[in-house]
């Protein structure tokens, strides 16, 4: 082949990837997604940030935003946002940290909430990974980074962020190069090296000496850091504000600590200029002590009855009906979950036994009393979230973490997911007649204990999937789709936003 139609070729390659990766159409070079830990300091943008960070990261991020200030308002945006974790403000604690515990997948990002991202941009700052296995942690482009990552632009709508974005992309596609410290408002790194070098360290206050003390420990246990020179983020920059002689003070001694940390007496520091001092060679001093990750004992994950069935008849051994209830159990990323199978024995080749002591297998005999059972399940077990799943249908790592979620912190007292189903979705119900029963995919449904959700059969048309008739006393929440899909006008159970 000619280098002529070699580059022709590439260059439509590239072209191609560019339109997959602006239209959201890509998958991430991952398996389980990504932890976003959001900062929450500043209300008016928060929701804003957490809105982009919705839109542009893929189905397969979990968020968790930690309020950094006492009178940080968390109940609208958790309102607003049931498929969000939040941590609330401590005294006495550093939130960050406890958020980072929570990171249950192989990537995590830490941004504050003036971070405005755009499409790609969680794929563009994970392919470093990909690209070297070294690399460890990975900032973008903005005007909270040093040196010539430090890029202070002025935007008048997200249109024009987008369009720099992504001529930014197109001109330098794949560009990354090492650093010496990364501090700006949005890092990416590995689980791994989380749980090797421990969390920030919130003696030195000042959030960008935190973000470089961890980063130059990082670099002690030989990880690399890099910055991507085709991914640019948005920053939004608060007015200058004076601070309160406590805290003045309060700053001052953390840039103290800092350089008292790393051996840096008497050297200048005004991070607001760029202006940051680092070991020439950090390799030469002695490790720097981890900080440790502690989850909160104060705020124990709520009980789910996870509700298993199989709608048709599965061709298994009860061993390999064993090996699948384990490959369900540890596929799903929440943390407290009560397992129980419900199984009519006259068709289903399920163990008679649960696989772990706390989980149960209801056996039943005839698909009357099967269905029954499905119907009354949460009278038998005090949890605070119930949820259906079918042996048949295929879910995501963290779909029980946010159907539950969405049902503790919503109004619903019965929540569906429209996203992933394995079943026909069925047709939106605004223009249905008030006189027809409204029919839900029992496998996309979750509602609160203590309630008898209503009438469960066969669907019609298939033969196969099972629905819901939902009682019409019940207010009915949606997740998943586009957020104008969340209202459904309800009959007497009225209407809710999720």
């Not at 560009?175 to 791994?192: D, I, M």
């Not at 007496?265 to 490790?287: F, K, T």
């Not at 008849?313 to 979950?337: A, D, F, H, V, W």
């Amino acid at each position: 082949m000619s280098d002529s139609k070699h580059s022709v070729r590439n260059e439509r390659l590239a072209g191609r990837y560019s339109y997959l990766e602006r239209e959201g159409l890509l998958p991430l070079p991952v398996q389980d997604g990504i932890t976003v830990v959001v900062e929450l300091r500043y209300a008016a943008w928060a929701g804003e940030c957490l809105n982009l960070l919705q839109q542009h990261s893929g189905a397969s991020i979990s968020l968790i935003g930690v309020a950094m200030d006492t009178d940080f308002p968390l109940k609208p945006l958790a309102e607003a946002f049931p498929g969000a974790t939040f941590i609330p403000y401590e005294p006495g604690k550093y939130g960050v940290n406890e958020a980072l515990a929570y990171a249950g997948t192989s990537f995590v990002a830490l941004i504050e909430d003036s971070v405005m991202v755009t499409p790609g941009w969680v794929g563009n700052l994970l392919w470093p990974f990909v690209d070297d296995p070294s690399v460890q942690a990975v900032a973008p482009r903005s005007s909270t980074e040093l040196g010539e990552a430090r890029e202070q632009l002025h935007f008048g709508t997200e249109q024009e962020l987008s369009a720099y974005v992504t001529h930014s992309l197109g001109r330098r596609q794949g560009e990354w190069h090492e650093a010496a410290v990364l501090c700006g408002s949005c890092l990416v790194f590995t689980r791994e090296l989380l749980q090797r070098i421990g969390g920030f360290d919130s003696t030195l206050v000042k959030r960008q000496l935190m973000v470089a003390d961890w980063c130059l420990r990082a670099r002690q246990r030989g990880a690399r850091l890099v910055l991507s020179d085709a991914m640019y983020v948005h920053s939004l920059q608060p007015l200058p504000e004076a601070h309160a002689k406590a805290e003045h003070d309060a700053i001052q001694d953390g840039v103290q600590a800092y350089l008292a940390k790393w051996g840096l007496d008497h050297s200048a520091v005004n991070v607001e200029e760029g202006i940051l001092p680092i070991p020439s060679d950090v390799s030469v001093l002695p490790p720097r002590p981890g900080i440790a990750l502690e989850k909160t004992a104060a705020a124990p994950v709520p009980l789910v009855t996870a509700v298993v069935y199989s709608e048709r008849r599965l061709m298994l051994t009860p061993e390999e009906s064993c090996e699948s209830q384990k490959r369900l159990q540890g596929q799903q990323s929440y943390g407290n979950i009560r397992w129980v199978w419900i199984r009519d024995s006259r068709r289903d080749a399920l163990p008679e036994f649960p696989v772990r002591e706390q989980d149960a297998v209801i056996a039943v005999q005839g698909e009357d009393s099967w269905l029954h059972a499905l119907e009354n399940v949460a009278a038998l077990y005090g949890s605070e979230i119930v949820v259906y799943l079918s042996a048949s249908a295929d879910y995501d790592s963290h779909y029980v973490k946010r159907i539950a979620e969405a049902v503790l912190h919503g109004s619903a007292d019965l929540v569906v997911s429209r996203a992933a189903s394995a079943m026909e979705e069925p047709a939106p119900h605004q223009g249905l007649s008030p006189l027809l029963p409204l029919k839900l995919p029992l496998e996309r449904i979750a509602h609160r204990s203590g309630i008898v959700p209503g009438r469960i059969t066969r669907q019609k048309v298939s033969g196969h999937g099972l629905q819901l008739e939902p009682q019409p006393s019940l207010a009915i929440g949606y997740i998943g789709g586009p957020p104008e899909a969340n209202i459904l006008p309800r009959r007497s159970g009225g209407e809710v936003r999720l």
